[in-house]
């Protein structure tokens, strides 16, 4: 006989069905998750709790903390990641809120914002150039579908869950000898077009082929989906293993790394950091710097390219003594007040102790140069 549920299961799943409606459905079953492993715990640890105001901070829920803590090292020997709680947690205490109009309500204060612990500092994980080369080469070798997905998805910077969902027609020729990929709308909820080259062309013409051999893919998407969605993301992130054990990489790598690679390598190449959040598809600059890895090598590059070629010269101060001109005229008075004001600009500096009152003198010197442009006719002060 099925067990009725009781009023605080009710309520929980009740506002879990309420957000499913404003949020994206991966989103709606992470929050379903949620309250299926808090009513699960609390069944097991404290039958006795039925109604949301039966909740205490002290035991129930500081004991779910701690149960999420040893969750996962019951079964691998490794306790859950802050990352994991934390997203719990945060999932928990919106429902906690959006229970406030209920007949019985939770008390306030039960989640507090110092139990949602800081996430681990994981980024960036880019692999080595000579990892990277390896895998690329184990990829091409074996050249089969899931290969040649992956090797997309690293030449893209592609997250795995879009290279799965492109459609079968995501390349596009927008003239000339310009192409892109049209990334499906993805994680935050945003598409983009990826600018590509002819290796990336040629990658998606031979999945394109493979996508023709049975199991045939369905005729939307570009890679064939034999099962489920998630079947497929489970089957990358296999071949992935296998290639790079093949490889000799004995690090263990997930697809997201590739992205994280991609985004260094564009780096690297010279891409600026506001085109590549938007060749990642980042809502905002952070993100995007989180992905990269700056190294020492990379600063000694940058520093001797720009001695070498730089971007912008600033142009060369005036000389801080300039010889008596011939004639008095508007463009000398303005060289020798421009002299002026660099000769005690360099002296400021060199007297920390006057700072304050020499910045005033440099500023009426510097309006007085204002004003004497005022005072003359501009065709006067050009030379």
Not at 28 to 54: G, I, N
Not at 96 to 120: K, V
Not at 217 to 222: G, R, T, V, Y
Not at 319 to 343: I, K, Y
């Amino acid at each position: 006989m099925k067990r009725a549920p009781h009023p605080l299961e009710e309520a929980l799943q009740a506002r879990a069905r309420l957000l499913a409606t404003t949020l994206r459905p991966s989103t709606a079953r992470q929050y379903a998750q949620t309250v299926r492993l808090f009513l699960t715990y609390l069944r097991a640890a404290f039958p006795e709790v039925r109604r949301p105001s039966d909740l205490r901070r002290d035991p129930h829920i500081l004991g779910w903390l701690e149960h999420l803590w040893l969750r996962r090292a019951r079964v691998s020997g490794k306790p859950c990641c802050n990352h994991t709680r934390g997203a719990h947690l945060i999932r928990l205490r919106k429902l906690f809120d959006l229970l406030a109009d209920h007949a019985f309500p939770p008390r306030a204060g039960l989640l507090l914002s110092e139990d949602i612990p800081r996430p681990d500092q994981v980024l960036p994980r880019p692999l080595t150039p000579e990892d990277d080369a390896r895998l690329q080469a184990e990829l091409r070798r074996r050249n089969d579908l899931l290969a040649n997905a992956l090797l997309l998805t690293r030449l893209t910077g592609m997250r795995i869950g879009e290279t799965v969902d492109l459609s079968a027609d995501a390349l596009r020729h927008l003239g000339d000898g310009d192409w892109a990929l049209h990334v499906p709308v993805g994680k935050l909820h945003n598409e983009r077009w990826t600018p590509v080259d002819e290796q990336v062309r040629s990658l998606v013409a031979r999945l394109r082929f493979l996508a023709t051999l049975p199991p045939a893919a369905a005729s939307e998407f570009l890679l064939p989906r034999p099962g489920r969605r998630d079947g497929l993301c489970e089957d990358l992130r296999a071949a992935l293993r296998e290639a790079s054990a093949a490889a000799g990489i004995a690090a263990h790598i997930v697809p997201h790394q590739l992205r994280h690679t991609y985004a260094t390598s564009m780096l690297r190449a010279g891409v600026s950091l506001p085109a590549l959040m938007k060749l990642l598809g980042h809502r905002t600059a952070n993100m995007t710097l989180r992905y990269l890895e700056i190294t020492q090598q990379d600063l000694q590059r940058e520093f001797h390219l720009a001695q070498e070629h730089p971007r912008h010269l600033l142009p060369w101060p005036l000389p801080p003594c300039a010889p008596d001109p011939d004639t008095a005229d508007a463009p000398a008075v303005l060289q020798h007040l421009a002299a002026a004001t660099r000769l005690l600009d360099l002296f400021r500096q060199d007297h920390a102790a006057q700072d304050k009152s020499l910045r005033l003198l440099l500023r009426r010197l510097v309006r007085i140069r204002s004003r004497f442009e005022k005072l003359v006719p501009e065709s006067k002060t050009e030379k």
